[in-house]
């Protein structure tokens, strides 16, 4: 676009969501992309190298997922059984800009090592629509403070959209912990659970599109396509139930909230289904 033509509507949206998204978004990231080891500092004996922080105290997370092996809906089951399928053979993923995602450190700031694998689900909102989210996240960021992304998207009618590979590191969470535990990827700021977290985000339904306490919900579709996703996921990295948490309790800030109005029964209802929380 040359500076003597008017931008498009549509264009207009487009900024107009991206710099919306961008106030949830704030740092997201955990400040470490560019970040790497000198060499003299990872070769350290490990006697010689210094201890990475402790993460501030931090109230246990308590999981509103309880441990039961009764099937209550055999045809709830097969249609989730049915997603599940679709969705391992689904296609590839919406190309993520580079400045927004990194690679897992083995290793943290201080040269300790420190566990790639997935260990951990947290789930978020987008707050505007899932174009929106889509655009901040193909859209190169060279500020720090600008990058994020997830792994999935999940809009309003169930649709579930790929966005990095779970062997990449989201920046979904910045100054973030879970039960005391991050990673400390750049030693000028705090850790986070990026390096161990996998990140989901639902589309927030039109009345959440503000900073109100909750909203009228997601629907029975999302809550189908997350269980799904979540089942993946659990599968492919023995991740327990006990580790899907909320952007809300990994935030160490205390600025965010989401998911909001997040019906933990209806989660609940469909992972025991497909034998999850068995």
């Not at 960021?141 to 990449?168: C, E, M, N, T």
């Not at 327990?240 to 909001?260: A, M, N, Q, W």
């Amino acid at each position: 676009m040359t500076a003597s033509k008017s931008p498009t509507p549509l264009l207009f949206l487009a900024s107009f969501g991206l710099l919306a998204l961008g106030t949830i978004f704030w740092w997201a990231r955990d400040t470490g992309s560019s970040f790497s080891l000198a060499p003299s500092l990872a070769n350290l004996p490990a006697a010689m190298r210094q201890a990475a922080p402790v993460a501030p105290a931090q109230a246990d997370w308590i999981s509103p997922l309880r441990r039961s092996c009764d099937v209550l809906d055999q045809k709830q089951r097969q249609h989730l059984q049915m997603l599940l399928a679709d969705l391992r053979q689904s296609p590839g993923r919406v190309r993520v800009d580079p400045s927004n995602y990194g690679e897992r450190f083995r290793q943290d700031a201080f040269g300790n090592p420190v566990d790639p694998t997935p260990q951990l689900v947290v789930l978020h909102e987008t707050v505007y629509g899932i174009a929106s989210a889509i655009n901040t996240f193909v859209t190169k960021h060279p500020r720090d403070h600008d990058q994020v992304s997830y792994h999935a998207l999940i809009g309003g009618d169930g649709a579930v959209i790929k966005l990095l590979d779970p062997s990449k590191r989201a920046f979904g969470a910045g100054n973030s912990a879970f039960n005391g535990q991050w990673v400390v990827t750049n030693p000028n700021v705090g850790g986070s659970i990026n390096n161990f977290g996998l990140h989901v985000s639902l589309e927030t339904p039109l009345d959440g599109e503000d900073n109100d306490s909750e909203h009228s919900g997601y629907s029975a579709a999302q809550y189908d396509a997350l269980a799904v996703v979540l089942a993946e996921w659990m599968a492919r990295f023995q991740i327990r139930p006990e580790k899907i948490t909320t952007h809300k309790y990994v935030d160490l800030g205390g600025e965010r909230s989401d998911p909001r109005s997040f019906n933990w029964q209806a989660l609940q209802e469909r992972l025991q289904n497909l034998g999850l929380l068995c």
